[in-house]
């Protein structure tokens, strides 16, 4: 049975449709990260399994109990926030107990549940510390606590590294994974704006956009596999880069010839049906090397931004653009290539990739599918 199920759920706001047709099964011991771009409901879908939110329409089941008309109390669900909202004048030791205290546990029992939570977030030398002492990573850390210590079915994290500094966020990421590890039986569900994140800590993606479900599926599935342009370009950064073509040969390796006057062979099958389709050839900045022999791109190099490992090319070409680009994919093609190559700036590079990093698509819709 599954530990959470969604199912045809619903939100609106007065005529306002937020989500709609929600469908998706949570697996005891999963972590589930939602991504998506600002305002496509990811947070307002966490407040729905929390209880904050009221359910339009659809059901939501925790361990096969129908849910949507009890009290966030009494769902069996913790949930860490943005802001660490802690208690000023308690101490962290406090902050941990408060919810305890409030439900009337035994001080026994209280003393041991904050003495484990305190070990695993490595919290045990603040525990007397008022949060006004701590560091800000400490502090989400004293609010991630404050949820493991009622022991809940399930743990809502909504984005809970944003206020951190990005040396914070990498730490406590970590953080996050180690716990996670030393919880394996704990189900978490957990919303950001950080590919890093969302790629490093997930058991599952699920992508939200145009009010619904754009794809679910493991980290390496959504970047090797995305179902459409979108998620493609959503997934990874730099964005995928689409480049407008025609396809001009058919069978188990389809050939496109790209308005940019290049030619590309991939490994996607198609039927005599696909002659002449227009479609996108979809190439991931990381997957460019330069060519040798046949180019799939030749263009000029605008700008070259050197970060140490890798080097970012943008090359001034016809893009299509799909809702998960990012601005620089409007107007220039993006290749990212190891090492430094600070002499390729305003120069001429052919460019090509293996076939089976290519994708094709077609009405937004990858053809591999």
């Known amino acids: ?89 308690m101490t962290v030791r406090d902050n941990m107990a408060f919810a305890l205290n409030i439900a009337k546990k035994p001080k026994a029992e209280i003393d041991a549940a904050i003495d484990r939570a305190a070990k695993a977030l490595q919290l045990e030398p603040y525990l007397d510390r008022l949060p006004k002492a701590l560091s800000g990573g400490q502090r989400q850390r004293v609010a991630i606590g404050r949820a493991i210590v009622r022991d809940p079915k399930v743990y809502l994290f909504d984005e809970p590294l944003s206020n951190l500094d990005a040396a914070l966020r990498v730490a406590t990421r970590i953080e996050i994974a180690q716990l996670k590890e ?63 073509g025609k396809i001009t040969a058919t069978g188990p390796n389809t050939e496109v010839t790209l308005d940019a006057g290049g030619v590309a062979v991939t490994e996607v099958p198609t039927t005599e049906a696909d002659m002449g389709r227009v479609v996108n050839l979809g190439v991931r900045p990381e997957d460019f090397v330069l060519a040798e022999g046949d180019a799939i791109f030749e263009g000029h190099v605008e700008i070259v931004e050197a970060l140490g490992e890798v080097s970012l090319l943008y090359i001034p070409a016809n893009m299509s653009v799909g809702e998960g680009a990012d601005s620089a994919n409007q107007t220039h093609l993006i290749a990212k290539l190891p090492g430094i190559h600070e002499h390729l700036k305003a120069q001429t590079v052919r460019l090509t990739a293996d076939a089976s990093k290519l994708h094709l698509f077609h009405n937004g819709l990858n053809m591999r599918d």
């Open 182 to 244: 030393a919880m394996p039986d704990s189900t978490m569900i957990y919303v950001t704006h950080d590919q890093v994140e969302a790629m490093t800590l997930a058991d599952r993606i699920v992508v939200l956009a145009n009010k619904g479900i754009a794809q679910v599926g493991s980290p390496l599935e959504l970047y090797e596999r995305p179902r459409t342009e979108f998620v493609a370009q959503f997934i990874g950064s730099p964005a995928m880069n689409l480049l407008p």
């Open 1 to 89: 049975m599954s530990e959470l199920k969604l199912t045809n759920v619903v939100k609106s706001y007065g005529p306002v449709n937020v989500l709609k047709d929600i469908n998706l099964d949570i697996d005891t011991g999963e972590l589930i990260v939602f991504v998506g771009p600002s305002g496509c409901g990811k947070s307002t879908l966490l407040r729905m399994i929390a209880g904050l939110e009221k359910i339009t329409d659809g059901t939501l089941e925790i361990e096969g109990q129908v849910v949507n008309d009890v009290p966030p109390s009494q769902r069996g669900i913790a949930m860490v926030f943005q802001s660490y909202a802690l208690y000023p004048h």
